[in-house]
């Protein structure tokens, strides 16, 4: 049997991070930890972020404008391989199992999505669109925003975070702004083992022993001291979450046949998730490769199948496991692309794009009309639909919040969900 000791157990609490929260924090973390009840929240939102500038109209295709075959004479979906939607408009033909959705009424297209005086830079753009805030600096963003609502942090923070161990999960390499909250804390995490304790890697045969000697260690600690009590709590149930966690990652089994890699891999994981039973209310995730100022055909075609596909294995799963009307997944990107094509069989940065709404709690159709391809603003798509009017929807009709308290002021919500 290998000797561990004190020291070294204590060295790798410390390097999963416990022993370098506060004492809010461990109370917190302790409480809900202690609390983590492995069920399904009401409703949760997915978010899916297309990374680069979306050209909407290569995805929701104007097949019967006669304008659109004149501005891409190159890089145009034929009006016999559009998916068609209604008479007008039809998807790009690498969506078939979007368009399956749409067909069996569970997707929203909201057409023509943007906002007054469209800026084209991705990175101030996606500013806008995570704060929904565009004539203002704004440092938390929508989601945070929503969180501190639905965490109930905005007036009572420890009884909330008692409740909700994970209130949001973040896929993406780093924590975009939309998910910067005033009080709640959200994980970057792509795989279940990421909560997994970390014991000593050279004694990894070792590794019960070494969980047992940790347990004790916390049992033993002398009590009488509220600062030790403290860390006694936080410890053993950081110990007992992890084990809760862990074993999810043993007990999922996928009901549908996932796209290997990239987003097919990341919602899977968010699957695996929510039907184990992880409370979190929002999954952040995104797909880049939209800024198709070259090849645009081919480049954004393969991206929207690799899109259309993950998410139609991620509804065949949640139904599978009887959750899919628990479950809200948005598709948005920053800006759409301008009407004409480029030099490079490609498009430049633009304006309005279409954002879609899917899940089995949505009243599927389209919104808003499509615009005009030749009534331009500088070239580029006038917007119909405000982004912050699919936010309002979001938060009144799905999760029963204010929109106003999440947007500062009221928009017109669609009625896309049911």
Not at 136 to 147: E, I, Q
Not at 215 to 234: K, M, T
Not at 328 to 352: I, K, M
């Amino acid at each position: 049997m290998s000797k561990i000791s004190r020291r070294k157990l204590f060295k790798t609490a410390a390097q999963a991070g416990l022993f370098y929260l506060s004492a809010e924090q461990l109370l917190t973390f302790a409480a809900g930890a202690a609390e983590l009840v492995l069920e399904p929240p009401p409703r949760t939102l997915v978010v899916i972020w297309l990374n680069g500038g979306n050209d909407g109209l290569n995805m929701v295709v104007p097949y019967a404008d006669g304008a659109y075959y004149t501005a891409r004479p190159s890089i145009a979906i034929k009006q016999s391989e559009a998916l068609k939607v209604n008479e007008k408009i039809g998807l790009n033909p690498n969506m078939l199992g979007l368009s399956k959705l749409f067909n069996e009424g569970q997707m929203a297209i909201c057409q023509a999505v943007g906002y007054p005086k469209a800026n084209r830079s991705h990175f101030h753009s996606r500013d806008i669109w995570e704060t929904a805030a565009p004539d203002s600096f704004v440092a938390t963003g929508w989601l945070g925003r929503m969180l501190d609502d639905l965490e109930g942090s905005r007036t009572n923070k420890k009884e909330i975070c008692a409740r909700s161990v994970l209130p949001a999960v973040n896929l993406d390499p780093v924590l975009p702004k939309s998910l910067v909250s005033q009080s709640v804390s959200v994980p970057t995490v792509n795989n279940l083992a990421d909560f997994d304790f970390r014991t000593d890697p050279k004694f990894a045969l070792d590794r019960n022993i070494q969980m047992s000697a940790l347990n004790d260690i916390y049992q033993n600690f002398s009590l009488g001291r509220p600062h030790v009590e403290l860390l006694r709590e936080a410890g053993l149930a950081a110990n007992k979450a992890s084990d809760r966690l862990t074993k999810i990652a043993h007990g999922y089994k996928a009901q549908a046949n996932y796209p290997g890699g990239g987003l097919g891999d990341a919602l899977r994981f968010v699957s695996q998730m929510i039907c184990g039973g992880v409370n979190a209310r929002i999954y952040n995730l995104s797909l880049g490769g939209f800024d198709t100022h070259t090849n645009e055909k081919n480049g954004q075609g393969n991206q929207l199948r690799q899109l259309s596909e993950a998410i139609s294995a991620f509804q065949t799963d949640l139904a599978a496991h009887h959750l899919d009307k628990q479950v809200l997944t948005l598709v948005y990107s920053e800006f759409g692309r301008r009407v004409g094509e480029n030099g490079s069989q490609g498009t430049d940065h633009g304006a309005a794009a279409p954002v879609f709404v899917i899940g089995k709690g949505v009243n599927g159709g389209v919104y808003g009309e499509h615009a005009s391809l030749t009534v331009l603003d500088e070239g580029d798509l006038k917007y119909v639909i405000d982004f912050r009017q699919i936010y309002a929807t979001i938060a009144n009709r799905w999760f029963g919040l204010d929109a106003h308290d999440i947007l500062g002021k009221n928009f017109e919500e669609l009625k896309f969900i049911r």
